[in-house]
């Protein structure tokens, strides 16, 4: 089975930072494109970033400049640096594969993971 497995969530307070990871676990092939989701409290769900194997990246306009989206292709895991949080950046992420190689051959489509809580104060 494949797996993806976030961490790095937690408390700040506004103007604080986190670094957030992904990290895909199994037998995989290829990654090729990694993205981060967000939750609010208002039960919305958000894309926040996404980034290509090739390090392309795409930013929801709320996060750009103070969001950054990275990933260690070698150890098939993602990274969201997040810089100068504000409160309503607070939600539960999750980090989303669209497709996934496997080493059977076969693909595995849409993976979520978890999610890991971010909570910033004012």
């Known amino acids: 089975q494949v797996h993806l497995v976030e961490s790095g969530g937690g408390s700040v307070q506004a103007g604080g930072s986190l670094r957030l990871s992904c990290e895909a676990t199994?037998?995989?092939?290829?990654?090729?494109?990694m993205g981060w989701y967000r939750r609010t409290p208002g039960n919305t769900r958000e894309s926040v970033a996404a980034?290509?194997?090739?390090?392309?990246?795409t930013y929801a306009a709320s996060v750009k400049g103070r969001f950054t989206i990275s990933r260690d292709n070698a150890e098939n895991t993602g990274y969201l640096q997040m810089d100068r949080l504000k409160p309503e950046d607070t939600g539960l992420y999750y980090c989303?594969?669209?497709?996934?190689?496997?080493?059977?051959?076969?693909?595995?489509?849409?993976?979520w993971g978890q999610g890991t809580w971010v909570t910033v104060s004012s």
């Open positions: 980034i290509t194997s090739g390090g392309s990246t």
């Open positions: 199994g037998s995989i092939s290829s990654i090729n494109t």
């Open positions: 989303n594969v669209p497709v996934m190689a496997l080493s059977s051959g076969t693909y595995a489509y849409d993976t």
